[in-house]
């Protein structure tokens, strides 16, 4: 073998190995170089306060994950390059957890507006309906309540902070109307409950007959107030219908009382005046008295007898014999008549 053609390739290698190497480390210079300036607009980017929402600051925040990506396969055999990478990856590290951090805070306060909304149509849904009792009314002002409070509790949000606001003033009229529905319920169930006692009242008072007036007229007050509360009771209320059903049996019961306290009214009217009448008679004259009984005695018509008796009466008896007992001569001469007829 010969050794001279080993001999001259050994050479050849030791002569082209160091232009080689630099050849290499110019063109890894170069790349790394390359590497740096992609990279420098988004570095410039991320320094930049100006994401205006959302979807631009989770943009932001991927550019800069790139951006260290790239970074990372600087390697350190770059030296001065190496340091510089490092120093950019450092800066871009540090404002991708500020950038994801306030990510964090923003996707929170959406999160709140989004559940704060929920709980504000779930409450609208409930006031829609036609007729809303006292209870759902105070479900929808919890709600509202709620929702009021979670938008109280967001963090400040750089993005949505006006919308923030702008739901919580709409929210707080909302409840505020909502908790006016509220006493408006409990006003008129008021008004119905205490139309309930009386009317239990008036039909314990009016419970085994006869009664006195004074007591038929005490049960007859109950009912009459009874009605007066329901009448108050709008035409839009959760017991309207109620309302409206008791009040015409409020009225019926009311009827039936006034009429029992007429006819008693009427009997002691009469037996007050079979008194007076009788009291009246005995203090008659003799000569008056033997008038009327022979009058009686012709046997006339109660037409007839009264007519006459009512002369006799007034030709014996003066206003001022009455006068002290609140009578008028007319009217008591013809009923002491009635009264005689009746009695002789």
């Known amino acids: 073998m010969n050794p001279k053609p080993i001999l001259w390739s050994l050479l050849a290698v030791i002569v082209l190995l160091p232009s080689t ?57 770059a030296k001065e390059l190496y340091q510089q990478a490092q120093t950019n990856l450092t800066q871009l590290q540090t ?18 507006i989004d559940k704060a909304e929920t709980l504000a149509i779930e409450a ?11 209870k759902e009314w105070n479900t929808a002002h919890g709600k509202w309540q709620e929702a009021i409070g979670i938008l109280q509790r967001t963090p400040k949000s750089r993005f949505v902070s006006s919308q923030v606001e702008k739901n919580l003033v709409s929210y707080r009229e909302s409840a505020s109307v909502v908790a006016t529905k509220i006493s408006g319920e409990q006003q008129v169930i008021d008004l119905l409950n205490r139309s309930k006692s009386l009317a239990e009242q008036a039909v314990k008072i009016a419970q085994n ?114 006068a002290g007992r609140g009578f008028e001569l007319t009217s008591y001469a013809s009923g002491i008549c009635n009264y005689v007829w009746d009695r002789l």
């Open 21 to 77: 190497w630099v050849a290499w480390s110019v063109y890894q210079r170069s790349e790394n170089e390359k590497i740096l300036n992609s990279v420098s607009a988004i570095i410039s980017e991320s320094n930049n306060d100006n994401s205006a929402n959302i979807e631009s600051l989770q943009t932001k925040i991927r550019d800069i994950e790139t951006a260290i990506s790239i970074l990372q396969r600087i390697s350190p055999n």
């Open 95 to 112: 404002r991708k957890e500020n950038l994801s951090q306030l990510l964090e805070t923003e996707l929170k306060v959406q999160q709140d």
């Open 124 to 134: 609208v849904n409930i006031g829609a309906k036609p007729r809303i009792t006292a």
């Open 209 to 322: 007959p006869p009664h006195s007036t004074d007591t038929w007229a005490i049960a007859y007050g109950k009912w009459q107030q009874a009605v007066d509360l329901l009448e108050k009771i709008p035409a839009s209320t959760s017991v309207t219908a109620e309302a409206k059903r008791l009040l015409n049996e409020y009225k019926k019961n009311r009827d039936i009382i006034l009429n029992e306290y007429r006819k008693r009214e009427n009997l002691e009217t009469q037996a007050k005046q079979e008194n007076e009448f009788e009291s009246f008679f005995v203090g008659l004259s003799s000569d008056t008295k033997d008038s009327l009984r022979r009058l009686k005695g012709l046997g006339y018509a109660r037409e007839r007898f009264t007519s006459a008796c009512f002369q006799i009466i007034t030709d014996n008896t003066t206003n001022a014999d009455l």
